[in-house]
């Protein structure tokens, strides 16, 4: 995918400012940095007509001095960018047969990472193209993973997918009660024209609402906010239904509870797209029996409470149970600890198990002779497991994995980890994710 790098250096300017700017001739950018953002060069080029005159028209478009680069991947485009400014030019288009040649061609230094610089220009590597020609095991067992991960950048396989910068929507309606009222429906009969508004303003503006931000304030100025998702687009009648399920859960929370009469509505449509993003394949629709379950959820949170129905989430970690991450339906998946594709050093290593189990199942592991497998202070095994044993009864293992030492927390005595995790496949054909620390061995996972 083509990609352009643009680059500033004015430290006074507001990164909001050139988002701005750029929204008025780009639909779609990643903030990469303060100084920094990428855009997709394929729409543009066809707009403008050339990748040449997308990128004059880009650079036209911001108030202050910018550099851009286009290339292959971004980080090619980044580097074009920096020649750019190393020429004294804004330009730097890289022709999509020459991005190796180009990137080869670089000096070392554009790497960010200093010390891995100062060893390679020490082992003669001095250019990116030379960095490029190791062995990525080489890279990874001599320098880590953060090396290991710009040794791809180098060779072109930037797997990172774009996050896109949506600005908020300003479509939102507001009302305001001449008397106050605590009576759900008085304040959900009133809410309907408001969501009708919404409604209609999100149709002339041609797209279609996935997510709103719902607002209800008291005469105390008393605020109670909440983001709903929809199942599949907003009305006006699912749009009511928020306004009551969020009432009903604000007045039975006994350590918020108003103290006085709704006031003031405001929805605001914070997620919308256009309606040729919404147009879904033949086999894209959610059925029937899925809007069910959808709805039932919507009316679980207004039961329980919208921060009481969770869903499982992926995120950054080392083991299965600390990628997992629980967080309410209702919210998208910004409380996952990030990154969670880049490279986390001790990370077990795929396939990733489909079961976790809580609590985990305690197991022995024995060696040939039959005596319990341990793993010293200093992170040796006493021998080699052979045999798994569960609720008494021994398996043999056909073969395992490992072990993978992790010496977590080091830092607290109380909270420290210090564990060998094996990938265990048993005569029986089942295969487990085992942990064995100071306290015995478990099964942490199973595999399918």
């Not at 009133?190 to 719902?214: D, K, N, T, Y």
């Not at 060696?367 to 200093?378: F, K, P």
Request: charged letters at 25%; hydrophobic letters at 40%; a negative charge.
């Amino acid at each position: 995918m083509r990609v352009m790098a643009l680059k500033w250096q004015d430290e006074q300017l507001v990164p909001e400012q050139v988002m701005g700017d750029l929204m008025q001739v780009v639909a779609d950018i990643e903030v990469h940095s303060s100084a920094q953002c990428f855009i997709p060069a394929g729409a543009p080029s066809r707009f403008y007509g050339s990748e040449l005159k997308a990128a004059r028209a880009i650079v036209r478009s911001t108030t202050s001095k910018v550099t851009l680069g286009c290339a292959n991947d971004r980080f090619a485009a980044q580097c074009a960018a920096q020649v750019a400014g190393a020429r004294k030019g804004r330009l730097c288009i890289v022709p999509p047969e020459q991005n190796a040649t180009f990137v080869g061609e670089l000096p070392i230094g554009l790497l960010d990472n200093p010390e891995v610089c100062e060893v390679l220009v020490g082992l003669g590597v001095y250019t990116l193209g030379k960095f490029a020609e190791l062995s990525p095991a080489a890279v990874r067992t001599r320098f880590g993973a953060e090396a290991a991960f710009m040794h791809e950048l180098v060779r072109g396989r930037d797997r990172r997918p774009m996050q896109l910068f949506r600005p908020h929507s300003v479509l939102a309606v507001v009302r305001e009660f001449e008397s106050p009222s605590v009576d759900i429906d008085g304040v959900v009969y009133g809410s309907r024209l408001l969501a009708g508004q919404l409604c209609l303003e999100v149709e002339h503006a041609g797209v279609a609402c996935l997510e709103v931000e719902l607002t209800l304030e008291t005469e105390h100025d008393e605020v109670h906010v909440r983001r709903w998702r929809a199942v599949t687009i907003f009305d006006q009648d699912s749009l009511v239904e928020r306004v009551r399920w969020q009432l009903e859960h604000w007045l039975r929370d006994s350590h918020s509870r108003p103290s006085a009469g709704i006031s003031k509505i405001k929805i605001e449509a914070i997620h919308v797209v256009s309606l040729k993003e919404l147009q879904s394949g033949l086999w894209g629709e959610l059925s029937e029996s899925d809007q069910r379950a959808h709805r039932g959820l919507d009316r679980m949170r207004g039961l329980v409470g919208v921060d009481q129905v969770l869903e499982v989430g992926v995120q950054g970690g080392r083991d299965p149970r600390d990628r997992t991450v629980l967080v309410p339906h209702t919210e998208a998946s910004g409380r996952e600890r990030q990154p969670k594709n880049r490279p986390w050093p001790g990370q077990i290593p795929a396939p990733s198990p489909v079961t976790i189990h809580t609590p985990p199942v305690v197991i022995d592991l024995l060696d040939r002779e039959g005596r319990a497998v341990e793993i010293t202070s200093r992170g040796n095994l006493s021998g080699s497991p052979t045999v798994l044993r569960k609720s008494g009864k021994q398996m043999p293992l056909t073969g395992w994995a490992g072990p993978w030492l992790a010496d977590a927390r080091w830092w607290s005595e109380q909270d420290q980890q210090r564990c060998a995790w094996f990938q265990m496949l048993t005569a029986d054909g089942h295969a487990y994710l085992c942990r064995l620390d100071a306290d015995g061995a478990v099964i942490e996972a199973s595999y399918d």
